[in-house]
């Protein structure tokens, strides 16, 4: 990934590092973490699902319908478009623990079946657009007019309390295992570990920091990625 990373920073002049392309990155590709994220639990059981890019379709074209062409409150369709999400995965879910039909068949199964709900809710269109609310979770910023010494403060306080949760995560992972009589690395790896973490943290946090701050859709992806993580 670093690899990736600056061989396409260097083919491109550096337009890979500008702020602003840091920003878009995380805010066209958030979508695919959320669904990684998910996606983990299902691979981690041996299991996999196939459905998870019709799913979406299917949950974006919902709230579409709702919003846009019946106005409900964005609120209400939020909800609604979870409870729908929901019950897609029971309703798989039921298939595969109670009757044990392989995953692979079953999400295959669903797949076509939503992508296919997909078009008879939209109808072959495209809906626009979509509430202000729903627009800000998407490409808003929070507290994007806070900043200090021309950086969003946002930005440097989650990078400080990052960084201090981050050392002393594995400070006690490292205590545990020595507790335990588990091997554990020298302090010297632990240290460089921690430094070249938080080195890739600041770059991307200061980047996002220098243009317009913490995109909202980040800030909640960020949330999310914690509670899985404690899970």
Partial sequence: LVFIILFFGIVTGGIMFRPMNVSNLFMQNSYVIFLA???????????????????????GALMGFMTIMHNVPTP???????????????????????????????????????RG???????????SPFSDGLQYFASGFLLKDVSVGGMNLV???????????????ELKKRKNRIAY???????????????????????????LGAYRGMPFVLFVLIIVTIIYTFI
């Avoid at 994220?37 to 949950?59: E, K, P, R």
């Avoid at 930005?155 to 995560?169: Q, Y």
Wanted: hydrophobic share 70%; aromatic share 10%; proline share 3%.
């Fill in 117 to 127: 709900l997909t078009q008879v809710i939209l109808q072959g269109q495209s809906l």
């Fill in 76 to 114: 209400v369709a939020v909800v609604i478009t979870l409870i729908f999400g929901l019950c897609i995965g029971v309703f798989q879910g039921s298939f595969i623990a109670f009757l044990n039909v392989p995953p692979f068949i079953v999400t295959l199964a669903g797949m076509l079946i939503f």
């Fill in 155 to 169: 930005c440097v306080l989650l990078l400080i309390l990052a960084a201090a949760a981050l050392v002393f995560s």
């Fill in 181 to 207: 009589g588990f091997d554990v690395p020298p302090m010297t790896f632990l240290a460089v570990k921690l430094a070249a973490i938080i080195l890739a943290m600041a770059a991307v946090l200061l980047s």
């Fill in 37 to 59: 994220i998910g996606m983990f639990f299902c691979i981690l059981t041996g299991n996999v699902d196939l459905s998870v890019g019709s799913v979406v379709a299917v949950a």
